[in-house]
């Protein structure tokens, strides 16, 4: 019999190979086509049953990504939602008691329900490269392990282990999950077929938890456990806003000693979190984020050499992302001891990334080379300019360095917030000039801003957009405008929070109103961490076109060099990268202080999205969530307006108008939402 997605092969050794090769798509997902398809190929199989069955993935981009979550989006009942989670429970069940050995054999992703089917193999043998990796990343789409991952993935692995790899979502490579017991063998490429043949053949004691993984597992150990991980999860999101974490936790607490019945409830927790407000939002975000990445193309744009101009904290960062994304980079700056500095950084940031791969470490400080006299512009396919906001200055460094550029380079300019049209008055070629605005900090913040001028080519415009997924970064699209889009909305949000500072609410009282709605890190915090001087910067620009007026608090502290983190003062003392805050202080009414942050941040969204600075509401959403972290579960300014309900936000931004004056008039633009 054939299939669609199915290709069953039989070898002399009586081994059943069953091919995976999802028609139509680039990836293997496990779609209800896909499992209807897996059960009729294993009903064939058995009928005539071999020495043992090999799961092969057919695409070179990995095993399985995972569960097709269009279909999740579909569901709109909790009946609906039982139905498909009980279709993938089956499937894997079958698998798992299927009365010959099973195989994962396991090279590039697998991840979701493709690492819930490899755990319901009786082994799994797995790439040892780079590029295979190993997961459960349900809990970013607000949801947890639903077909029976929770339950296999702790027999495989032990409480501990398990429940991070599924509380983190994180990815795991082939030595870490070697280790934890996820997978059975680490092989090159070469030998994996070798060692599926192995395992079929030889039939190895599967591996058991040590005594220690037992004994947490023991019921009356789980509770002072669970206790912990709570709490663990409590500092990075909460339960109002994201509950799947704590549902997993309580499901292993209540459940694990009958691994039937855990099962059961494994079914019913996640299909009560399938239509959750924070699932449909996390959702959306995940394919927000797929839009941004199709902005660019990687193979429109391959340098082979990277120039930056500015070795502090932010240029530095650039350059060292670069080589760290396998680049050669030269970085420049007129201090040596700014260098220094850079290199410094650097390999930190190489050591948390690679962590104890000395290699990798050793290879990426390899590419990343000081460059004191500017010797790498004649050889650069791509000069990164990062010196500080002034325009005059930029342009000062722009008129030295455009003759020196190689025919065909790429002028960036990292700026925060000046148009490119001001920039390129200088240029003898204007259509070079494009802007890469990273974030701070590089290494975290997915975000870049790719920026059009008015002259910038449209060739460059798309070298730039594929450079940004070159870095694996996710590239926005964006108008030059005062503020770009990023920038523009998030200030007058940080602006309002200086303001009432200055009105004698306490700092921590404003950041913790931004914590309740969702953000990541409060405005006062995030102020001193961007940087007070960057703040005022960015201010000014906007000042002159856009309602923003600076409040003199910041012009102060700025004047006293109290510029936030990187002076040890700001709003908040810092003692060793922390802010020093009160923990008693108090205020009567948060939730007027969240409404007067939001409403200035969501009044100044509509507004992009009225001038087009970028082209839609999706990539508005997109940018401000991955630009800033606006609370991911509410997906996004715009679609928060739309959930709210437009009247209602207008009415509120009325409201505040008259409490608070002009700069919260509504735009135009709240009449098209309505």
């Given at each position: ?6 290709t069953?092969?039989?070898?002399e ?28 190929a ?43 989670l ?29 690492m ?8 799994r043998i ?25 339950v ?128 449909r939002n ?7 984020q ?16 990277v ?40 390999l ?29 512009i ?7 300019e ?38 390129a ?57 005062p ?14 929070a ?13 950041d ?45 502290l ?5 510029l936030?983190?990187k ?29 007067r ?73 709240w009449?098209?939402?309505?």
């Amino acid at each position: 019999m054939s299939y669609k997605h199915w290709t069953i092969e039989r070898d002399e050794d009586d081994i059943c190979w069953l091919h995976l090769d999802v028609a139509d798509s680039s990836t293997n997902i496990l779609s209800s086509a896909v499992i209807a398809e897996l059960s009729e190929a294993l009903n064939e199989i058995s009928q005539k049953l071999p020495r043992g069955i090999v799961f092969v993935s057919d695409k070179a981009n990995g095993f399985i990504a995972g569960a097709d979550i269009n279909e999740f989006t579909r569901i709109e009942t909790n009946e609906e939602a039982v139905a498909m989670l009980e279709r993938g429970h089956d499937i894997m069940n079958k698998v798992e008691s299927m009365p010959c050995i099973t195989v994962a054999m396991i090279k590039g992703f697998c991840l979701g329900g493709g690492m819930e089917l490899s755990l319901a193999c009786t082994y799994r043998i797995m790439c040892d490269d780079k590029s295979t990796r190993v997961g459960l990343p349900e809990i970013k789409l607000g949801i947890h392990p639903g077909y029976g991952g929770t339950v296999r993935s702790i027999q495989k692995a032990g409480p501990l282990a398990a429940m991070n790899a599924m509380l983190t979502g994180r990815m795991i490579q082939g030595r870490a999950a070697k280790a934890m017991g996820l997978v059975d063998d680490l092989v090159p490429e070469r030998q994996l077929k070798a060692a599926a043949r192995h395992f079929i053949i030889n039939k190895p004691s599967p591996r058991e938890l040590g005594l220690k993984d037992k004994i947490l597992n023991h019921r009356l150990v789980r509770p002072l456990l669970a206790s912990q991980m709570k709490k663990q999860v409590a500092t990075k999101a909460s339960r109002e806003h994201y509950p799947a974490p704590y549902k997993l936790i309580s499901l292993w607490v209540k459940y694990m000693d009958n691994p039937k019945r855990m099962l059961e409830k494994e079914i019913e927790s996640v299909a009560s979190l399938v239509t959750d407000y924070t699932a449909r939002n996390l959702v959306r975000v995940f394919f927000l984020q797929d839009a941004l990445k199709a902005q660019g193309r990687k193979k429109d744009f391959i340098p082979q050499h990277v120039h930056v101009i500015g070795g502090g904290v932010m240029g530095g960062d650039i350059a060292a992302w670069c080589a760290l994304r396998g680049f050669k980079t030269t970085v420049q700056d007129r201090e040596p001891a700014m260098l220094a500095g850079t290199m410094k950084r650097s390999l930190t940031m190489f050591q948390k990334k690679f962590k104890k791969d000395r290699r990798s470490i050793r290879e990426s400080m390899d590419r990343l080379i000081p460059d004191h006299k500017g010797l790498g512009i004649e050889h650069a396919d791509l000069v990164i300019e990062a010196i500080f906001e002034d325009r005059d200055v930029k342009q000062t460094l722009y008129k030295s360095i455009e003759p020196r550029m190689k025919e065909g380079a790429i002028l960036a300019t990292n700026t925060s917030s000046i148009p490119l049209e001001e920039l390129a008055t200088c240029l003898n070629n204007p259509g070079r000039l494009v802007g890469i605005h990273f974030f701070n900090p590089v290494a975290l913040m997915p975000l870049v801003e790719i920026v059009e001028g008015s002259n910038t080519d449209k060739d460059v415009m798309t070298q730039a957009l594929a450079f940004g997924r070159q870095i694996d970064k996710l590239p926005l699209p964006v108008k030059s405008t005062p503020g770009f889009l990023v920038n523009r909305i998030l200030m007058p949000y940080l602006l309002e929070a200086v303001e009432m500072v200055s009105e004698g609410i306490a700092p921590e009282m404003i950041d913790r109103a931004a914590l309740n709605f969702g953000m990541p890190m409060g405005p006062i915090e995030l102020a001193d961490t961007v940087g007070l001087d960057v703040c005022r910067s960015v201010a000014d620009i906007l000042s002159k076109t856009q309602n923003v007026s600076l409040p003199k608090r910041i012009s102060m502290l700025v004047d006293n060099k109290k510029l936030g983190k990187k002076t040890g003062e700001g709003f908040y003392k810092w003692v060793k990268g922390k802010p020093i805050k009160d923990k008693n202080a108090s205020y009567a009414d948060v939730k007027e202080v969240e409404n007067r942050l939001v409403m200035r941040l969501l009044n100044e969204a509509t507004a992009c999205l009225r001038e087009k600075v970028v082209e839609n509401e999706d990539l508005v959403d997109a940018g401000v969530i991955f630009g800033t972290g606006f609370a991911p579960f509410r997906g996004g300014p715009l679609h928060h307006i739309h959930a709210e309900g437009a009247a209602k936000l207008s009415d509120r931004m009325d409201k505040l108008r008259k409490m608070y004056g002009d700069r919260f008039s509504k735009d135009e633009a709240w009449s098209s939402l309505e």
